[in-house]
């Protein structure tokens, strides 16, 4: 079946990097838009960014200029690198196509210390 799955997450300091990963399975994901959301503890679901159909990546005012979203083609995935971290960053991280339901599905969590 069409499945996605994040991964990459993990406890960094602030004004590190990571690079969360979506790897998708049962389906082409390079034909697809994917957005990637997140939710910082006690707060609701919020848009990151994402790429279109046609590569094109767009992002959220707080990840401009820090973010990129990429697509690993060889590996039926798509990647958010993110720069710079902050405490706000927090949060569990999801990918999306289409009419999935946002921040829904295992996540991977990003945890930034001061």
């Known amino acids: 079946g069409r499945n996605l799955v994040e991964d990459g997450g993990g406890s960094v300091k602030a004004g590190e990097s990571l690079r969360l990963s979506c790897i998708a399975s049962?389906?082409?994901?390079?034909?697809?838009?994917v957005d990637w959301y997140r939710r910082p503890p006690g707060k609701e679901c919020e848009s990151v960014g994402g790429?279109?159909?046609?590569?094109?990546?767009y992002y959220e005012d707080s990840f401009q200029g820090r973010a990129t979203v990429s697509r690993g083609n060889a590996k039926n995935a798509v990647f958010l690198q993110i720069n710079n971290l902050k405490p706000e960053d927090t949060g569990m991280y999801f990918c999306?196509?289409?009419?999935?339901?946002?921040?829904w599905g295992q996540g991977t969590q990003v945890t930034v210390s001061s």
């Open positions: 790429i279109h159909e046609n590569g094109r990546p």
């Open positions: 999306a196509t289409g009419a999935d339901f946002p921040c």
């Open positions: 049962g389906f082409n994901i390079d034909d697809a838009k």
